[in-house]
C-alpha cells in the first residue's frame, strides 16, 4: 500500500504492484527516481534498480514464501525449486545470492526455518516432532541442533522462556 501511494504522490501511473516489484506504464525520470527512493527509504522501503538486486529480492520472496506461507514445505530440493520457480540455473542464484548477501542460500534458508519454528513453538498448536515434520526436518534432534545453532537455546528452553515473559506481561 506505501508502494502504491508514492507513485501516486510522484503522479506516476503504473500497471501492477504484487510482491514488491512494479511494472510501469512509462518511464520514470532519474528526478521521479531520486524522490521515489528518498520516499520510500523513509518508509523503511528500498528501491532496487539492478538486476542483481532486483534478482536476490526474487529469490528472499521464494523462500519467504516457501516457509512462512506456504501450507507445506516442497518435497523436492530447496534448490530444484527455487531455481524452477524463478527459470535459472541454481548455481547461478546461489553465486549472485552469496555475493550480494554475504551468505549463502541454505543460510538463509536456515534463517527463516529457525523463526518459523520459533513462531510455531509459541502458538503451541504443535509439539516439536511435528514441528520437525512440518519443516521437512529429517529429525527432531537435526531441528533441536540448528535452532540451538542460530539461537543459542534449546527449542524447549526458548518455548519457556517466552511462556515465562508472557506470563510477566500479563501480571503487570
Keep these: 500500500m506505501m508502494v502504491k501511494e508514492e507513485l501516486r504522490k510522484l503522479g506516476l501511473e503504473y500497471v501492477v504492484v504484487h510482491l514488491g516489484m512494479v511494472e510501469m506504464m512509462q518511464n520514470i525520470t532519474p528526478q521521479q527516481r531520486k524522490e521515489l527512493k528518498e520516499n520510500l527509504l523513509k518508509s523503511g522501503l528500498e528501491l532496487l534498480d539492478d538486476k542483481k538486486n532486483i534478482l536476490i529480492g526474487k529469490i528472499k520472496n521464494v523462500i519467504i514464501e516457501m516457509i512462512h506461507y506456504a501450507d507445506?514445505?516442497?518435497?523436492?530440493?530447496?534448490?530444484?525449486?527455487i531455481s524452477e520457480q524463478l527459470?535459472?540455473?541454481y548455481t547461478y542464484l546461489a553465486n549472485i545470492f552469496s555475493e550480494v548477501m554475504g551468505?549463502?542460500?541454505?543460510?538463509?534458508?536456515?534463517t527463516?526455518?529457525?523463526e518459523k519454528?520459533?513462531?510455531?513453538?509459541?502458538?503451541?498448536?504443535?509439539n516439536l516432532t511435528q514441528i520437525s515434520y512440518k519443516l521437512n526436518y529429517s529429525s527432531v534432534a537435526h531441528l533441536s541442533n540448528q535452532f540451538?545453532?542460530?539461537?543459542?537455546?534449546?527449542?524447549?528452553?526458548?518455548?519457556?522462556?517466552?511462556?515465562?515473559?508472557?506470563?510477566?506481561?500479563?501480571?503487570?
Excluded at 551468505?103 to 536456515?110: D, L, M, V
Excluded at 519454528?117 to 504443535?126: A, G, N, R, T, W
Design 72 to 81: 507445506e514445505l516442497p518435497q523436492k530440493n530447496y534448490s530444484d525449486y
Design 87 to 89: 527459470g535459472y540455473d
Design 103 to 110: 551468505i549463502n542460500i541454505q543460510q538463509y534458508i536456515i
Design 112 to 114: 527463516h526455518k529457525i
Design 117 to 126: 519454528v520459533k513462531e510455531l513453538l509459541l502458538y503451541d498448536e504443535l
Design 148 to 172: 540451538k545453532k542460530i539461537t543459542g537455546l534449546s527449542p524447549s528452553f526458548y518455548k519457556q522462556l517466552k511462556q515465562k515473559r508472557l506470563s510477566n506481561l500479563e501480571n503487570v
